[in-house]
């Protein structure tokens, strides 16, 4: 039975990678920070499935015990301060969690378990001014946020050790990818949330800023795969992964809108609050490479996904309606 080790393992990444690796057979080792309270409701439905750890990304010595307990075969590192707004009121913290964590990880595979392989999450905001459309693994980066400059940094780290050290280390550069699970504070979640909140009238208006961005979004449950599949190749190699298409902001609170009988245009109110001081204008991913020589292919479609989204955030709105209905 192969064995894993996963950072982030609550987030929305991590649940579903936890989810398909225990689908294959896995024993799955997640990573808790000791210092908090860990809200699990990603993972809810297979807690009791995962072997929990506590550490933390920025204490060395708490991940070599954790690489130490799990002996893992494989090793993903998906935690990370991931909401690029929060990263310019805190910049620092965004280095120490999203950046230099990486090279504890790293460090931490090299000195117990070199022979593990390594999956480091790596993002599309590393293109950041784009340089050429579509982004692909060659392209130059450009990052516009400190979280954009933190993810270059672990990326390229991860290339240092896999040359250095002669480690299985790669990295994903994930698109923008959503999920039921997505964090409110990202702009698809807050725009499927307020489209079913304001149709059962729990909200009147939705913030918004610049609708026009462009952004090649898919499911998170597609690309949890090709990080697994990353990991069964035989040589290391980065690789990007996205859905080669984009869409306007715009065009997501049309789908997600009309999908509950709403007209967007009459509850969004743009917001200077919610402008980038720096705009990435757009991401388009070519994901040729790992079609090609991962064999990945995408099932969840961009409405499909929109759809989905709105679905899961009606039922969690009916709940609240009901509740204030009673009190």
Same mark, same amino acid.
């Given at each position: 039975?192969?064995?894993?080790?996963?950072?982030?393992?609550?987030?929305?990444?991590?649940?579903?990678?936890?989810?398909?690796?225990?689908?294959?057979?896995?024993?799955?080792?997640?990573?808790?920070?000791?210092?908090?309270?860990?809200?699990?409701?990603?993972?809810?439905?297979?807690?009791?499935?995962?072997?929990?750890?506590?550490?933390?990304?920025?204490?060395?010595?708490?991940?070599?015990?954790?690489?130490?307990?799990?002996?893992?075969?494989?090793?993903?590192?998906?935690?990370?301060?991931?909401?690029?707004?929060?990263?310019?009121?805190?910049?620092?913290?965004?280095?120490?969690?999203?950046?230099?964590?990486?090279?504890?990880?790293?460090?931490?595979?090299?000195?117990?378990?070199?022979?593990?392989?390594?999956?480091?999450?790596?993002?599309?905001?590393?293109?950041?001014?784009?340089?050429?459309?579509?982004?692909?693994?060659?392209?130059?980066?450009?990052?516009?946020?400190?979280?954009?400059?933190?993810?270059?940094?672990?990326?390229?780290?991860?290339?240092?050790?896999?040359?250095?050290?002669?480690?299985?280390?790669?990295?994903?550069?994930?698109?923008?990818?959503?999920?039921?699970?997505?964090?409110?504070?990202?702009?698809?979640?807050?725009?499927?949330?307020?489209?079913?909140?304001?149709?059962?009238?729990?909200?009147?208006?939705?913030?918004?800023?610049?609708?026009?961005?462009?952004?090649?979004?898919?499911?998170?449950?597609?690309?949890?795969?090709?990080?697994?599949?990353?990991?069964?190749?035989?040589?290391?190699?980065? %690789?990007?992964?996205?859905?080669?298409?984009?869409?306007?902001?715009?065009?997501?609170?049309?789908?997600?809108?009309? %999908?509950?009988?709403?007209?967007?245009?009459?509850?969004?109110?743009?917001?200077?609050?919610?402008?980038?001081?720096?705009?990435?204008?757009?991401?388009?991913?070519?994901?040729?490479?790992?079609?090609?020589?991962?064999?990945?292919?995408?099932?969840?479609?961009?409405?499909?996904?929109?759809?989905?989204?709105?679905?899961?955030?009606?039922?969690?709105?009916?709940?609240?309606?009901?509740?204030?209905?009673?009190?």
């Amino acid at each position: 039975m192969k064995r894993a080790l996963i950072t982030g393992v609550t987030g929305q990444d991590g649940s579903y990678l936890a989810e398909f690796l225990l689908g294959k057979g896995y024993e799955v080792f997640g990573l808790r920070r000791r210092t908090s309270t860990p809200n699990y409701e990603n993972v809810q439905h297979i807690k009791d499935k995962i072997h929990w750890i506590s550490g933390d990304l920025t204490d060395l010595a708490s991940l070599i015990e954790a690489v130490r307990i799990s002996d893992p075969d494989e090793v993903y590192n998906l935690a990370a301060q991931s909401f690029v707004a929060a990263s310019w009121p805190q910049p620092i913290t965004t280095g120490h969690i999203t950046a230099l964590s990486v090279t504890n990880m790293l460090e931490a595979v090299r000195l117990i378990k070199p022979e593990a392989r390594f999956y480091q999450a790596s993002s599309s905001e590393m293109f950041g001014k784009v340089v050429e459309t579509p982004q692909k693994e060659t392209t130059p980066f450009y990052p516009r946020s400190p979280y954009g400059v933190a993810k270059v940094y672990g990326h390229w780290i991860t290339v240092n050790y896999r040359e250095s050290f002669n480690m299985f280390a790669c990295s994903g550069i994930l698109f923008n990818h959503e999920s039921p699970r997505r964090g409110l504070e990202f702009v698809t979640r807050k725009v499927t949330d307020a489209a079913a909140r304001i149709k059962l009238g729990l909200q009147s208006k939705l913030h918004m800023g610049n609708l026009d961005a462009l952004r090649d979004w898919g499911f998170a449950g597609d690309y949890v795969k090709a990080m697994w599949l990353m990991l069964q190749q035989d040589e290391p190699q980065d %690789y990007v992964i996205s859905t080669g298409e984009m869409h306007t902001v715009r065009e997501l609170l049309e789908i997600a809108f009309s %999908y509950v009988g709403l007209d967007y245009k009459d509850y969004v109110v743009i917001d200077p609050e919610f402008v980038r001081p720096a705009e990435v204008d757009l991401l388009l991913g070519d994901c040729t490479r790992a079609k090609e020589e991962l064999g990945w292919k995408l099932e969840v479609g961009f409405k499909q996904l929109i759809h989905m989204m709105v679905e899961s955030d009606l039922k969690k709105a009916e709940v609240e309606a009901k509740l204030i209905a009673i009190s």
